[in-house]
C-alpha cells in the first residue's frame, strides 16, 4: 500500500482547516491560529501551509475584509502574498516585482503589530531567495562567522530571537544561497 502524504501531516486541527479553506471559508484557520497562540514552531509550520493553500484564492482578502483589526488575519496576507510572489517569480511572471513588493510591505506590516512573532520576519526571510543580486541591503549582511557569504542574516537573527533555532529559518537560508548559487552559475555560463 502506498502511503498518502498530507501537507497537514499528523496535524489533524490543520488538515481540518484546511478543508475549510478549500471551499472558501476561513474560520476555521481563524480559530486554528487564535488556538496556536504564541507556540511558535506550530505557529510557523501552520501559517506556511495555510498561506500555501490559501495564495490561489482571496480567502485570505475576505478575512481581513471582515476583521481589518484582526492580527492574524494580517500576518495570514503576508504568508499569502509571499507564497504569491515566490509562484509569480518561479514562473518568471511579469508581475513578480509588484507581487515581491507588496509581499514585502505586507510582511513589514505585521512586524509592527506584534513584536513577539517570528512569521513576518520568517515571510521577509522567504523574499530573499527572489532577490538573487542582493540588490535589498538586508539580503546582503556580513555573515557572523567568516566563512559564510554574505545574506539575510539580519533577518535570521530577529527570527531566532523570537523562535530560536526555528526550523524554517535555516531551510529559507539554504533555499537563498542554494537560490543566489544557481543565479551564480547561469551568469557565469552567460545566461
Not at 539580503?139 to 533577518?155: I, N, S, V, Y
Request: net charge negative; charged share 25%; glycine share 6%.
Amino acid at each position: 500500500m502506498k502511503p498518502i502524504y498530507h501537507p497537514a501531516g499528523t496535524d489533524d486541527e490543520l488538515r481540518a482547516a484546511m478543508k475549510q479553506l478549500q471551499v472558501g471559508r476561513w474560520i476555521a484557520m481563524r480559530d486554528l491560529l487564535a488556538e496556536t497562540g504564541s507556540n511558535w514552531p506550530l505557529r510557523s509550520f501552520r501559517t506556511q501551509a495555510l498561506g500555501i493553500m490559501a495564495a490561489g484564492s482571496d480567502v485570505t482578502e475576505a478575512w481581513l475584509a471582515e476583521e481589518p483589526d484582526s492580527y492574524d488575519a494580517q500576518v495570514m496576507l503576508a504568508r499569502v502574498s509571499v507564497e504569491r510572489a515566490l509562484r509569480s517569480h518561479r514562473q518568471q511572471h511579469g508581475a513578480a516585482e509588484s507581487l515581491e513588493e507588496r509581499a514585502r510591505a505586507t510582511a513589514m506590516e505585521a512586524t509592527r503589530h506584534e513584536w513577539r512573532d517570528p512569521v513576518p520576519w520568517l515571510c521577509l526571510l522567504t523574499l530573499a531567495q527572489v532577490d538573487v543580486r542582493q540588490e535589498w541591503r538586508a539580503h546582503r549582511e556580513r555573515a557572523p562567522e567568516p566563512m559564510l557569504p554574505t545574506g539575510p542574516w539580519q533577518l535570521l537573527y530577529e527570527v531566532n530571537r523570537r523562535d530560536p533555532g526555528s526550523r524554517e529559518a535555516y531551510h529559507r537560508v539554504i533555499q537563498f544561497l542554494l537560490a543566489r548559487q544557481v543565479a551564480e552559475a547561469g551568469q557565469d555560463r552567460g545566461l
